[in-house]
């Protein structure tokens, strides 16, 4: 997969169960590297320290609202189609929606309580 977002720190606002996997939604994202992120969705299986699935909202100051991007075993790709991404109902939706879709995952996700 390729390198997920190289966070140092960020909010856990919001947990799922997706099929085998478990995926955390992340905000107030503090960046190890040049790039920022909005919010971030990582998906583990079973190493938790390896993220299988991850989506952002990167912040680009070259634009007024933040794009999403993805990064699965696929390779990363730009998919702002338009969406409102610093929104974060709407980012953790699509997030989760491509997420489910890249790895294979019929069953709607459950949400979970946070620890």
């Known amino acids: 997969m390729p390198h997920p977002p190289d966070l140092e720190g960020g909010r856990l606002v919001r947990r799922f ?3 085998p996997y478990l995926a955390g939604v992340f905000t107030d994202c503090a960046s190890a ?4 992120y909005a919010h971030v969705l990582l998906v583990l299986g079973d ?3 390896e993220p ?3 989506a952002a909202a ?4 070259s ?3 933040p794009r999403l991007d993805v990064f699965a075993s696929t390779g990363e790709r730009h998919e702002d189609n338009g969406g409102d991404w610093a929104d974060l109902d709407r980012f953790t939706a699509k997030a989760l929606e491509l997420a ?5 995952v ?3 996700p459950q949400e979970l309580p946070l620890p």
């Open 47 to 49: 190493d938790p320290h």
């Open 33 to 36: 590297g040049p790039a920022r």
């Open 17 to 19: 169960r997706l099929g």
């Open 100 to 104: 489910a879709e890249g790895l294979s």
């Open 63 to 65: 634009h007024d609202r």
């Open 58 to 61: 990167e912040i680009d100051p």
């Open 52 to 54: 299988v699935f991850s």
């Open 106 to 108: 019929a069953e709607p």
